[in-house]
Every structure is written in structure tokens, then in C-alpha cells.
DNA sequence: ATATTTTATGAAAAGTTGCTCATATAATCA
DNA sequence: TGATTATATGAGCAACTTTTCATAAAATAT
């Protein structure tokens, strides 16, 4: 008892799949980095800013207007996409505009959204 | 003041563009379930038994094996992913054997597995 | 310079998640 | 029947997130 592997503490079962499995996994930073872009999209919040990014540029007032929340609010979730890199701003003089960083995000939210649609009854 | 509207303190700057998002806004209930979906996405050990099961049905304590965390702690990951639907059992004795719910998953990891690679320096 | 405006930030409160541990259930075996 | 095996589940706790509140910073105007 006490050994490295037995995490499992009944018998495993299918040994082969193990074995296929763990041939087949990503690198532990690889699926940090997916869970990650993950979890900025994981947010009711955060994805209305990125669905309403898709039409334009939007400023933080903007943003906290169409989502009826507090600027303060929407600037620490825009510092968290600004930080995972899935938007990007541009300053004006005070105002700054924020954008998509790129068109990857939005077909993440397109597949998203296809899926969520087609979810059975 | 106190009017519905002026959660946003300072004036609004781009009625235009508020207008134009509020427009193509998704229904409430629609980000929500984007949202969940996402979450569910959203962990690395959720994903790591989302990536294995590509390859094929796995049993709970294989999971368990494969993931090297506590039988437990993959069943209530698992009862997340059936609540969701993204994963789907079948019994055999009394091994359940979990396999993906549809190919909407795998596609959905691998469109964020490619954005995460291609992510900048 | 001072005041004003828009946004950012840190700390703490409030809310959520993921694990562990103990117990329950469901199928099988003796 | 009772015992065993594989999995499920509820409660509780620690860790993490999201919001709020107070304050700071940056650009502009006076």
C-alpha cells in the first residue's frame, strides 16, 4: 500500500486504455492553456462583451451600459480577457476602445453557440 | 437620478453602437447556456477525461487511473459533464462505461486547442 | 495648477467550485 | 441472505472568482 500509482483504490479495469490513453494525452500545459481560454469564455458576462466586440470596437462605458453593470465591473473582466488575450484596446484620449484580438474567438463562440443550440430537448 | 437606465455613471458615449449590440444581443437564456457550456470546458481534469474519451468508452476507476485524482472527485466531475451533456454512460454489470454525448465536444476542444497553440509569443 | 472625465487597480466581501470524507446505491458473488 | 465491488451522492471545507468600494492614474479642459 502507499505506492505511486494507486490513486485508483479498486482494481483497474482496462489497463489497454489506460495505457492507449495516456499515449494519445496533451502536455500538461497544453490542456492549462485550453482550460484557461476556456474559463474567459465561462462567464455570462464576459461573453456578452465578446459577442457585442464582434460588431465593433466598445468603450468601457459603452460596455457597462449594454450590460448594466458597474464600469469597475467590466474593466477587472476586460483586464482579465486583456490578460488571456482575447481582446485588445486602443486609446483615444481618455476613452479607451476596446476590440477582438483576433477572429479565432469569435469561431470559438460560433461553435459554442451551434452547439448550445442543437442540445437536445 | 435613480433612473433606470444610468447604471453607467458617466454619460453614455456611443448611443449608436449600445443601440446596434443590444440588437444582435443573444437572448438571456442563450449565454447562459454558452456559458455553462464553456465551464464545463472549463477545468483542466474536465478536460483531460473530454480529451481520453475521444478515443473510446472508459470506466470511472479507469479515469481515476488515468488522471491520477480520487474515484470521487471523477464521479462528480463526470456527473457535471452528463448534467451537461457532454458525456453520456452505459452500464455493463456494475462498471458504467463513459463515453462523449456527440462529436460537437471533440470539435468544440479542438477549435480552442488550435487557438491556444496559436496563441502569439 | 486644479478640476473633470474615463478607466484601472487593490483589498475585501460575496458567491462559486472542486475536492475529501463518509455514506448510499446497484449489480454481482458466495 | 450477506459480502464485495464499482460508482454516486451529500455535506463540509479550502481555494478560487466576481463584484463592490475606495482610491489612483492618465488625458483633457479651464
Known sequence: MGR???ICDCRIIHEERIKAAR???LANGEIERMAEL???CADANRLRILWALRQGEMCVCDLAALLEVSES???HQLRL???LRLVRNRREGVV???RLDDEH???LIQVALTHSR???P
Open 23 to 25: 499515449q494519445g494525452a
Open 73 to 75: 465591473a467590466v474593466s
Open 118 to 120: 442543437e442540445e437536445r
Open 96 to 98: 479607451l476602445y476596446y
Open 105 to 107: 474567438i469569435e469561431h
Open 38 to 40: 476556456f474559463k474567459a
Open 4 to 6: 505511486r500509482e494507486d
Open 81 to 83: 480577457l486583456r490578460t
